[in-house]
């Protein structure tokens, strides 16, 4: 029977994406006004639980209860519409909007197009809500032109004005700093005091900073079957879940002779920091790490340096040779890979796995200009292997996988290019440990091949675990230049504050 103070009940659910993976006979009860965590490695089946909870797929059988009410939402926007919200890593905010105007959609959702013709009562609301949270926004500014995390705090607010009771946050500390991490934590308890359920998914052991009331360990599924998903303590979690994945060094780090230079980067600026002017080098066997306090000005900065963005000032150049800011297929041309740290931006989800990691360059799969199925049965099978893609096989759809799933496959095709100056956008952003350790691996291969790898990251820890040197971007200050030493990473979280 339904407990009144449980404002979501599974029963028996049993779920399937039709491909290599389901999920049978979970059951979950999640009390009203509680922050509570689901733990559980890539593949694990968290996202897709969460999203036959939201009408994204569809359960095979089983029940579901919402509010002392059995529901099988048909989709996401009927599942909004009884007030719960599913938010992954990307931000639900229309970018070429004001962050008011996006604030104003949230009680179009509530009242009604009406709102429009009182704006002065949708103003009120609006600062009411920010005083009531100790947020303060520039109402006026672009919505995407904020940081990821501002981004997702609007979207928060959003679904606050829509009249949200239950928020289910996948992966949401990819892309936050670690002082965000504080303010995201401090933000979610207020959630919970004002009466909104949170269930936050999570794979990475500093989820645990996120002090939630229940946590519970979701197993790592098979074929045929998934565990029972069972409460743990935060000690048993990081003691028998995190130990357990990796049981040699968390950050294989080889020291290589750096060789000649890669990228030169001489005089460069940014439009967050104008007046801030930098050099920038990468060597053959060299693991550059980039980060910074601020994530639009690191980010932009990355994105110089690999071609997608340009710079005011200054000159690049690629193996002695100048490379034109303006052109990203000039970076291409010199053999430069770009891993995006958004998963889904990278993959084409209506094709397979397969298919998807070759999207990138089809030379290494074709013989006299046509495809050989044979080479890419071999060379995806190789790279599944090789990042240990369970629960999958080359063949299986994109759609339906985890996010760390999809950012291995986003790996792979960077890898196929067979460049020899990679950039990667946070790229362990949404791996579990053991995944992690089989990326640094793979980084420390590359470096043994003489390739240069540059990597943005806001891990302290991964930063001085993985690189030979780190560049730390602050606004309105010089240029850090930090070697990898047993004081970096000390170092690197003093300026990151």
Do not use: W
Request: aromatic residues 10%; contains cysteine.
């Amino acid at each position: 029977m339904y407990d009144n103070e449980n404002i979501l009940e599974l029963s028996d659910l049993c779920i399937s994406t039709g491909k290599d993976f389901y999920l049978n006979h979970i059951n979950l009860y999640v009390p009203k006004n509680s922050v509570f965590t689901i733990l559980g490695n890539n593949m694990s089946g968290k996202t897709l639980l969460m999203k036959s909870i939201c009408g994204i797929t569809r359960p095979v059988s089983g029940h579901i209860m919402y509010n002392s009410n059995p529901v099988h939402f048909r989709n996401e926007n009927q599942a909004r519409e009884h007030g719960v919200y599913y938010f992954t890593y990307q931000p639900q905010i229309v970018p070429s909007l004001s962050v008011l105007e996006n604030l104003i959609l949230g009680l179009e959702h509530k009242f009604g197009a009406r709102i429009f013709r009182s704006p002065r009562k949708a103003y009120q609301a609006i600062f009411h809500l920010l005083e009531q949270y100790g947020l303060t926004f520039d109402l006026a500014a672009n919505a995407g032109d904020l940081s990821y995390y501002r981004q997702h705090l609007v979207s928060f607010l959003h679904a606050i004005l829509s009249g949200t009771k239950l928020l289910i946050l996948d992966e949401l500390i990819t892309y936050c700093s670690p002082s965000e991490l504080l303010n995201l934590k401090n933000f979610i308890a207020k959630l919970s005091a004002q009466g909104v359920t949170v269930i936050c998914l999570a794979q990475h052991p500093n989820i645990l900073t996120m002090e939630s009331d229940y946590y519970y360990s979701m197993p790592q599924a098979h074929e045929t079957s998934a565990g029972a998903i069972r409460p743990v303590s935060a000690a048993q979690y990081a003691e028998s879940t995190i130990k357990k994945q990796y049981q040699q060094n968390r950050y294989p780090y080889i020291s290589m002779s750096p060789g000649k230079i890669l990228l030169d980067a001489r005089g460069l600026s940014s439009k967050y920091a104008s007046g801030s002017i930098f050099n920038l080098s990468v060597r053959e066997s060299e693991v550059i790490g980039i980060t910074g306090n601020s994530i639009p000005y690191t980010q932009h900065i990355f994105h110089i340096l690999s071609g997608k963005a340009t710079s005011p000032t200054g000159r690049l150049s690629i193996r002695g040779c100048p490379v034109s800011a303006h052109r990203n297929q000039s970076f291409v041309h010199k053999n430069v890979s770009y891993l995006s740290g958004d998963p889904s931006g990278n993959l084409a989800k209506n094709l397979d796995i397969k298919d998807n990691m070759f999207l990138s360059d089809y030379s290494s799969v074709s013989r006299n200009g046509f495809l050989s199925p044979s080479k890419m049965a071999a060379l995806s099978y190789e790279y599944v292997t090789m990042l240990n893609m369970q629960n999958v096989s080359f063949r299986s759809g994109v759609e339906y996988l985890s996010s760390g799933t999809q950012q291995k496959i986003a790996i792979s095709k960077a890898l196929n290019v067979g460049a020899v100056l990679y950039f990667f956008h946070t790229p362990t952003a949404c791996l579990d440990t053991a995944s992690s350790v089989d990326f640094y691996n793979i980084v420390n291969s590359l470096k043994r091949h003489g390739r240069g790898i540059c990597i943005l990251s806001y891990d302290p820890d991964e930063l001085c675990g993985v690189c030979d040197r780190v560049y730390i971007f602050k606004e309105n200050e010089e240029i850090h230049e930090v070697k990898n030493s047993p004081a970096a990473r000390l170092y690197i979280k003093e300026k990151l504050k």
